[in-house]
Structure formats: C-alpha cells, structure tokens
C-alpha cells in the first residue's frame, strides 16, 4: 500500500471541478437541500434535490434537472403532496433502464413522522408515474443510493428516525435495508443497525458476494462535541442481517456521509472530517477493502457548511459528487478522478 501522502500537498493537487450548480436565485426556493445524482442510459446526468422556504416550510417540493449536452436544463417540479412537506429524493437508474425516485412525505412537524413514497419512470425521467408508499411505518426515510448486489437485487438504504424532535436524533433510530428482487418483483427487510446514540442515513457497498459494509451518520444533537463518530456495521450473509453499530475513527458532525464502490474495487467514503462543523468535506480512498484509507483530501472547506455528500462513478470512470452549502441554499457538484486524491496514476 502507499504511505498516506502529506496533507499540504494533498490540498494543492489540481484535479477537482467544483460546478454551483443551483442557488437562491432558482424558483425552486431558497432552500436545497439534499440532492441526489444518476447517470442514465444516454449518458445525460439527472439530479434531484427538494427545495422551498425551509425545511421545516409547507408547500416544499422535489424538483429534477437534467445535464445534457453540456448544460443543466430547467428545474421542474417532480413531486409534491398536496397537503404535506416533501423531502429527501433519490434519484436512479436501475440495470433494466427504468428509473426510480424515492422521497420522504412528512405529515407532521418532525422528521419522525415521515414515509416513504416511490415514482418510477419508463422513459429515461422524461416522464414519471403516480407516486406509490414504499413504506407505511412511521419515521421511515431515504437518503442513500441503492446498490446491485451479485445476485441482481437491489439493496435500498433507509432508516427509522425517532425522537419527534427537530434538534435531537433519538438513541433508538436504526438504519436498515431493503431488498428488492426484480425477478419476482417484491420487496423484504434486512435487520436493523442500532447504535449508542443511534444509526441513520446508511450508506453500503459490497466488498464481495456475502461481506457488505455500510456507514451510518450518528444520532444524537447538534452543536460543539467532543465526541461523534461515523458508524460502521456489516454483514456477512449477502445484506440480509447486520451487525450491531460500532463507532470508527472518523469524526461526524450529526451529519450524513457517502460510500461507494469504484470500478477498479476500492472504495471512497465522503464525509465531514470534524465532531462539530460540517466542514471540511473530506474524501477518502481504501484500497484494501475497508480495511484503511490511506488517502484523503478536503474537496471543500473553510467558513461554510459542505453538507449530504451523494457520490457516484460514472461510465467514463469519473466520480461526481453533489452537495448543498451557504446555509442550505446552493447545490455544488464536483467531478475528479480518483487520481486527484491519491496523488498516483494508480488503477
């Protein structure tokens, strides 16, 4: 393995575009926060994010754009409830060509009284279908991008958030799975991922055909710590139960981190190298199967809050990743190949 490389030289390597991509300025409103990102089949990059007065605002919406052609179309309103906040989208494209968007309904005043609703479109998120409930249990949600796994399924990342409290993740969120055949078309749960101050917001990648890891967010509040890690947990039987939640060495804000599976089979965790800021925005590479990151560089820092890193790899070997700032009004997107972190030219 490579030594680490000196964090000063990390830093001064070119090699990372950051693009803002939306801000107060859209007709979206001020708000946006969190977005998501899929490569379709054509190549046209789609993102989605949902905005409005504020989080907590009535009315707020998910709204798409798609980059074709080198530019980023108009934002258009892909869902929005009648009667309750909307949040949270996942946008993606599955291997049979049909694209899936997840969001969160939320009918009362916190987080933990969301669900989950689902549209798919047939024809490359020109067009979507009526929404469905993909969950019906109180404080389900979705952040995460789901995963193929080996056999074919999909393997969506959601959790349970309690509490009913906008400042304080309950101590019993837990994250868990689920489990789409496409074959025969139906849906199952893993077991759930629980931690000390609780888990939420999963992230997973397949190592190999049985051994899954997945990072979580911790629960908890907000403000100064002095104590608030990234939470890990695995499986061992394909994704199906998981281990209990235990704290890593990498700090967390409360804030929500990314991982994902590269082509070459590293491995690229994105999150917010501090307990209290969410800033910087540090991506780091493992190249030994989880087992160390030997490599890590800010894409994103200094007075500002670099939050909901969402990261893909695209056809072409790129790694994009989409993330809000300035308070939650602006959409950023980086592009880099994994090169610009290790420093090497290493596949």
């Given at each position: 393995m490579m030594p680490l490389l000196p964090f000063l030289f990390l830093l001064s390597m070119p090699g990372v575009h950051i693009d803002r991509l939306f801000g107060p300025e859209t007709d979206t409103g001020r708000y946006k926060h969190p977005a998501s990102i899929t490569e379709l089949a054509n190549g046209d990059l789609f993102l989605a994010w949902y905005g409005g007065a504020g989080e907590y605002a009535p009315g707020t919406a998910v709204w798409g754009s798609r980059l074709s052609a080198g530019k980023w179309g108009a934002p258009l309103k892909l869902a929005q409830?009648?009667?309750?906040?909307?949040?949270?989208?996942?946008?993606?494209?599955?291997?049979?060509?049909?694209?899936?968007?997840?969001?969160?309904?939320?009918p009362g005043s916190t987080w933990s009284t969301s669900r989950i609703a689902v549209k798919i479109s047939n024809?490359?998120?020109?067009?979507?279908?009526?929404?469905?409930?993909?969950?019906?249990?109180e404080g389900t949600m979705v952040r995460g991008k789901p995963i193929v796994l080996a056999n074919g399924d999909y393997l969506l990342p959601v959790w349970k958030e309690t509490g009913n409290d906008r400042e304080i993740v309950g101590a019993d969120?837990?994250?868990?799975?689920?489990?789409?055949?496409?074959r025969a078309k139906k849906w199952s749960e893993s077991t759930r991922i629980h931690a000390k101050i609780g888990a939420l917001?999963?992230?997973?990648?397949?190592?190999?055909?049985?051994?899954?890891?997945?990072?979580?967010?911790?629960?908890?509040?907000?403000?100064?710590?002095?104590?608030?890690?990234?939470?890990?947990?695995?499986?061992?039987?394909?994704?199906k139960t998981w281990s209990e939640g235990t704290e890593t060495a990498m700090p967390n804000p409360n804030a929500a981190v990314d991982f994902l599976k590269l082509q070459n089979g590293h491995l690229l965790l994105v999150y917010n190298d501090s307990m209290s800021d969410r800033s910087p925005l540090t991506v780091a590479i493992s190249n030994d199967g989880d087992k160390s990151y030997a490599w890590r560089r800010n894409i994103a820092e200094g007075k500002n809050s670099f939050a909901?890193?969402?990261?893909?790899?695209?056809?072409?070997?790129?790694?994009h990743i989409v993330?809000?700032?300035d308070q939650r009004s602006v959409i950023n997107h980086a592009v880099f190949d994994e090169s610009a972190i290790t420093g090497t030219d290493r596949k």
């Amino acid at each position: 393995m490579m030594p680490l490389l000196p964090f000063l030289f990390l830093l001064s390597m070119p090699g990372v575009h950051i693009d803002r991509l939306f801000g107060p300025e859209t007709d979206t409103g001020r708000y946006k926060h969190p977005a998501s990102i899929t490569e379709l089949a054509n190549g046209d990059l789609f993102l989605a994010w949902y905005g409005g007065a504020g989080e907590y605002a009535p009315g707020t919406a998910v709204w798409g754009s798609r980059l074709s052609a080198g530019k980023w179309g108009a934002p258009l309103k892909l869902a929005q409830d009648p009667f309750y906040s909307t949040g949270n989208p996942v946008v993606w494209q599955a291997p049979d060509g049909r694209v899936w968007l997840w969001y969160v309904v939320r009918p009362g005043s916190t987080w933990s009284t969301s669900r989950i609703a689902v549209k798919i479109s047939n024809d490359g998120a020109q067009t979507w279908s009526d929404t469905s409930m993909q969950t019906f249990e109180e404080g389900t949600m979705v952040r995460g991008k789901p995963i193929v796994l080996a056999n074919g399924d999909y393997l969506l990342p959601v959790w349970k958030e309690t509490g009913n409290d906008r400042e304080i993740v309950g101590a019993d969120t837990g994250s868990f799975f689920l489990r789409y055949d496409p074959r025969a078309k139906k849906w199952s749960e893993s077991t759930r991922i629980h931690a000390k101050i609780g888990a939420l917001q999963p992230a997973v990648v397949q190592v190999d055909d049985n051994y899954l890891v997945a990072y979580c967010r911790r629960g908890g509040g907000y403000g100064k710590q002095t104590r608030g890690y990234i939470i890990r947990s695995e499986s061992h039987d394909g994704g199906k139960t998981w281990s209990e939640g235990t704290e890593t060495a990498m700090p967390n804000p409360n804030a929500a981190v990314d991982f994902l599976k590269l082509q070459n089979g590293h491995l690229l965790l994105v999150y917010n190298d501090s307990m209290s800021d969410r800033s910087p925005l540090t991506v780091a590479i493992s190249n030994d199967g989880d087992k160390s990151y030997a490599w890590r560089r800010n894409i994103a820092e200094g007075k500002n809050s670099f939050a909901y890193p969402y990261a893909i790899q695209t056809r072409d070997g790129k790694i994009h990743i989409v993330y809000t700032s300035d308070q939650r009004s602006v959409i950023n997107h980086a592009v880099f190949d994994e090169s610009a972190i290790t420093g090497t030219d290493r596949k």
